[in-house]
């Protein structure tokens, strides 16, 4: 039997929409777009998509027109009635009413603010200026839009077989996958794959193949849409654009050399618990910890995001015992380009000496390596990032200098004022 | 959208059946059942269930009453108008109306006959016992029934995403072995795995991946149901059967002798070009052609079923030149036991020597070794075959010992009379 009432409405879409929700995003860009509307409501900030990987021609493989009918989908939606619901009366992290009514209140007004596309050679130049608390709810739709349309533009060329043995071939990866760390004891690991997923449909799947094959080691999913349809826990904590935001619109060298800490100041007045996370890479890891005030040692966790892991984990602990901190009673979260092998080594290495998660992106929800003609379908790296707040530009040094972002002049400013000496380059994959 | 209708219609079904079209069989025994209508309408004969896999308890895996649910359900079948008009109306081997209007007028009008099932220990007994060209028709069904509610028995125990990715990775796998074949020049192969196939849906997933992936190079499929849904050829010409039973219905020696050559006498008649296929193995395929008329060396083709399918092959390519054939305007087909290695070697070694054909049977439509706990979906070795016939029990010797089939004493009659001496042993995989 043909429903035939399904088939004409699939029809009748004029184009098949990625992003089909406001909370299709990641759970930490909602917690920061409270934190900020509460925070710095009038900073006016610029997000700029960059494509790391410039022998991915994004604008040769994606029609203009496409990315914009997508784009200004994203901009007729608004927050429904049971999304809304969700988030006002869902238990986060253990806490009721994680989102104050206030702000539900702004956010179930909220419409996306206009985009700004132009293509310039085999690139996009897409931006984003406004409201910060507006604006950075672009960075996830944009890229998860730009990575699917990249991903249909070769599916397009496939004919029906072969899409069904490239589905069942990324299948059975995912799932040797889950196999692989199946074993692993006291395992505690979360889909952060919404940015570079291969495809929404493809996401929810591996999160919903995650739950079935880990069951309590699966911690949940970033991803707001797939929590709440798949009652999953949403997770996530805090990123980047805080810290080199708020550095941006430090009025000079001494503020500068605070702001890492007015970050999680406000954060701390706000959250507690597991939600207490340092990520200390932005400006270097080192320098951030030697610098940080006492309360800070008393936060739950660190989120390491760059360089090398073990390295950088080690350099946690040692700070935690040099503060008179139980490492075995805080938590390492790995989320830094993590595939099979390095979560086993990884959890390996510092299972006892600390509590360790995984935050498992681009390898769980875009893994095609290989599987395509010309291996197309391969994730690459493509990153929407704030760029200038309020006329000034932002900097990122990072563990790793390749993910450094900024004016030179600028980078050269902050490496003074944060006494980052020489860094280890490593590969950025994703 | 649920499409309401189509749910509740499924669940109406008091059973799935498994077997739900009189054509879902083996195009072979539908140009046998009209060749015994013509030639034999009133030989009794019986067929039973063997299976040779006698560690496969059948009884112990299916429960007695769905398979009498589903053996049931096939007795309420008959021919539909679609069906009838296909068979009719269809090109076979490039021959418009195959199959004789008295042939249809009597098959539109079947039920298949009465089935005996009993159990024995682990095993089942089945047998059909009534005229021959009414029995025939009962074996491919009743393997296909066993066959899949044997995968249903396992798959029942396994989970949601257990069976996705057991799809996946069958799927997979038959896909590469169909890029494994796809390079093979003037390759020509067919689907012959109706009878143990792990189902219905999986051998027209399987048939349909097939022609998508080879293109010309897959000539067919032996199954006529899915011949005619897929507009694919029907492929076979004759099995065992023939020679076996006319065997058992010889009133002396010397009849018993001449036997094999009446039934290909019979079969002359009847067709011509790629249909004049050489079963030669039943009593031992030298024999068989040392003692064949000259007539015989005119056919088309012989197809190898048993032993050293490279050998056979050879002794055949030798007759041929013998008898002043040209081998190379001869036709090879290879049957049994294949995989994709085997195919290979096989095309490596007689391209150019002869024409050659392949018949791929449960390696193509049952391959899911290994990917059940237990090995527990592993395809096993069951046949139906004519067991009686006029109240005579039926022989088969075989190039190959193990395949041998009768009572001792009548073995030994038929070696005698046919003069086959020692054989070598093979083992019987499927």
Redesign the interface.
């Known amino acids: ?1 043909v ?1 035939i ?2 088939r004409v ?1 699939n029809h009748k879409w004029k184009i098949d929409p990625i992003v089909r929700s406001l909370i299709d995003t990641d759970f930490y860009k909602l917690l920061m777009c409270q934190s900020i509307f509460r925070n710095r409501p009038n900073a006016q900030v610029t997000f700029s998509l960059i494509n790391r990987s410039q022998n991915v021609p994004l604008a040769k493989l994606i029609d203009e027109g496409e990315l914009r009918e997508q784009l200004d989908h994203v901009r007729s939606l608004s927050l429904s009635r049971g999304e809304s619901t969700w988030l006002r009366g869902n238990t986060f992290y253990g806490k009721r009413q994680m989102f104050t009514p206030d702000f539900m209140e702004w956010f179930e007004d909220l419409r996306l603010p206009p985009y700004h596309l132009e293509r310039v050679g085999d690139q996009y130049e897409l931006t984003f200026e406004g409201k910060w608390h507006e604006v950075m709810l672009w960075e996830i739709p944009a890229l998860a839009i730009l990575m699917e349309l990249r991903s249909r533009a070769v599916l397009d060329k496939m ?3 072969e899409l ?2 490239l ?3 990324g ?2 990866r995912v ?1 040797e996958k889950i196999e692989a760390l199946r074993g692993l004891d006291n395992l505690s690991i979360a889909d952060f794959g919404t940015r570079r997923r291969h495809s929404y449909l493809w996401q929810d799947w591996c999160a ?2 995650m739950r ?2 880990l069951g309590d080691k699966f911690s949940g999913t970033s991803n707001c849409k797939i929590a709440m349809s798949r009652e999953l826990e949403a997770i996530g904590t805090n990123a980047h654009e805080l810290p080199m935001v708020y550095a941006a619109l430090a009025k000079d060298d001494d503020a500068l050399a605070q702001s890492p800490y007015d970050v999680l100041q406000d954060w701390h007045d706000e959250h507690d618990g597991n939600l207490r996370i340092i990520l200390p890479d932005t400006y270097g890891t080192q320098g951030f910890l030697d610098k940080a005030p006492d309360w800070l040692a008393g936060w739950t966790g660190i989120r390491i995001d760059s360089g090398d892991p073990a390295t950088a984990a080690q350099i946690a602990i040692d700070w935690w015992s040099a503060r008179g901190e139980d490492p075995r009673e805080k938590r390492v979260i790995f989320s830094d380009g993590l595939d099979v092998d390095k979560i086993k080594d990884l959890h390996a290495q510092f299972t006892g000496k600390t509590n360790i998660s995984f935050g498992w992106g681009t390898l769980l929800t875009n893994d095609f390596r290989e599987l395509a003609v010309d291996d197309a379908l391969a994730p690459f790296s493509l990153v929407c990032k704030a760029v200038q707040a309020n006329g000034a530009p932002t900097v990122k040094l990072s563990d790793n200098p390749r993910k450094a972002m900024g004016p030179d002049v600028e980078i050269e400013r902050y490496k003074r004022v944060f006494g980052v000496g020489d860094q280890v380059e490593q590969d950025v994959f994703v």
């Open positions: 039997m429903d009432a399904t409405w004919d029906k077989f069904q043995i589905y069942a071939r299948m059975t799932w919903q193949a079935e094959g």
